[in-house]
């Protein structure tokens, strides 16, 4: 054990921790890494395109898995090109490890190609970063994983310098390491909850706000169970799709995509709202929540305008275990109408229906959503389809429609789907692309080729970056640097050895994805729609 270098050592301690895959572009430095993970069973190197779409692998491995996803970068621009995925690991709370190439100490004060100090690139992204040594790789690893894994989960950045993959490894345990468990977190203070019980039993309109801390927690049967057994309406953040099911009677809309003014039709009537794992990072509380008294159940105390809200108790503990112990509260009568919330919800989903003759997003969708399998994975991108895509896309359960709302990366969808086969290969898995977004990480088609994954990759063709195009007319001003092309398709049959199939009405588009989805390999199904949809059902505001 004590001739084990240093580069075996971490790729050994990785595998024996849960981790399957890393994922990067290799540098001479990684060299050393490259041969131990060739040689140890249980793991694999996936070579991506571009360092960014290797983090935003990593950060879906890691979302899904609940096992840190690893990527690799090397220096300067490597470890730039790396930080888009790692940012968004950071703010959408999924545990990575970020590794990167460092200078040999010698060189870090020097000017040399490539050089700039990776420890202050990665600190403000990151929840902890370091440098490796000799004698701290078995150290260093069980740190890493506790931080990214712990309260809430995000991203840590190793940095390996060069001169020291070869070298043998210092300080070794006498035992392989197992997969990290975060310590049990107690449930909050019993006198709070009890509190928090009495303010809930004298409410009139008591709601829930769902967010995505309650999908880490696993918490989809017990909230809807609360729902049901107290007839209130909940609403959800855009990354807690799915744990409560759009069909569910209880269900109140998504804040913060289209059509979030009717949302707010709902949860302003509310005298009480008891947030569930409830994260600001994907919506401030200010933007939305009318002056009523906040019960924040989560890991960490609520973080809002303690001035405009003073009425804000905090049951900080593991989220499940006090949520359990609320939920003892007794059933009693409230004056919520649930028929007229049905018929809110009804009068969206209607609104989101096709509403111009042209071949538009929403028909697109639907029939999307007709043809992917209930436990099905989509994946979406960043752009005005995801405002539709939030309030719209049928989630029946957690983890089976994956966006980010947190960091909020153009490119993240397709690099996500490539990482959710990966998962789950098992499961049916399509993403929903812009062309906007698609252009940023069209790259990684030649990783989902070389791992022969088996995806559907839609790409929403409007040549419209629609989002800012909206922004601009609405402030009178001219549509100018937001058309993607002057028209067209994204061009050719075949993209880096990715057949494209392409679609411009409903009925062609249907036909077009059921061929898709019965192919072996990834294909392309690119639906040239038309954008004027977006103009009437995203960029509202949830509060006046």
Known sequence: MSQKTVAMRMIEGLRDRGVRHVFGVPSGGWVDFMEAIRNTDGIDFVLATHEGGAAFMADICGRMTGVPGV???????????????????????????????????????????????????????????????VANVDETLDQAFEMALSGRPGAVHIGMPTDLTAKPAENLGATPAKPFVPAKVPAADAAL???????????????????????????????????????????LTPMAKGLIPDAHKSYAGVLFHALSDKVAETHKQADLMVAV???????????????????NIDTVPVDIDRETYPDCLDLTGDVAATFD??????????????????????????????????????????????LLPQDGIMTCDVGAHTHLIGQKWQTPGPDTQIMTNGWSAMGFGLPAAIAAKLSRPEATVCAVLGDG?????????????????????????????????????????PIYGTPVRG???????????????????????????????????????????????????VLFKDKS
């Open 71 to 133: 990527c690799f970068g090397t220096y300067g621009p490597g470890a730039t090109n790396l930080a888009t995925g790692v940012g968004n690991a950071q703010l959408d709370r999924s545990p990575l490890i970020a590794l990167t190439d460092e200078m040999p100490e010698k060189m870090r004060s020097r000017v040399t190609q490539m050089g700039i100090d990776h420890q202050a690139l990665m600190a403000p992204i990151t929840k902890w970063t370091t440098r490796l040594t």
């Open 277 to 295: 794992g409830y994260d600001p990072v994907e919506f401030n509380y200010e933007n939305w929540l009318h002056k009523m008294p906040l019960v």
């Open 487 to 537: 028209g067209g398709t994204i061009g050719g049959d075949n993209l880096f050895g990715v057949p494209v199939m392409t679609a411009s009405d409903r009925d062609s588009f249907e036909s077009t994805l059921k061929k898709a989805f019965e192919a072996d390999g990834p294909v392309i199904v690119e639906a040239q729609v038309s954008s004027a949809e977006y103009d009437a059902l």
């Open 437 to 477: 977004g698609f252009l940023m990480t069209v790259g990684e088609l030649a990783t989902a080729v070389r791992e022969n994954l088996k995806i559907v990759f839609v790409v929403l063709t409007d040549n419209d970056l629609a989002l800012i195009r909206i922004k601009q007319q609405r402030k009178g001003n």
């Open 325 to 370: 112990a609320f939920a003892k509260v007794a059933v009693g009568e409230n004056d919520w109408d649930m028929a007229a919330l049905k018929d809110r919800m009804d009068a969206i989903r209607k609104e989101m229906s096709p509403r111009n003759t042209d071949f538009g997003p929403c028909a697109a969708l639907d029939t999307l959503r007709s």
């Open 193 to 235: 909850i009890e509190t928090a019980k009495a303010q809930f039993s004298a409410a009139r309109k008591p709601a829930l706000v769902i967010g995505l801390g309650a999908v880490r927690a696993g918490m989809a049967e017990p909230l809807r169970a609360f729902c049901e057994a107290h007839s209130i309406p909940a609403v």
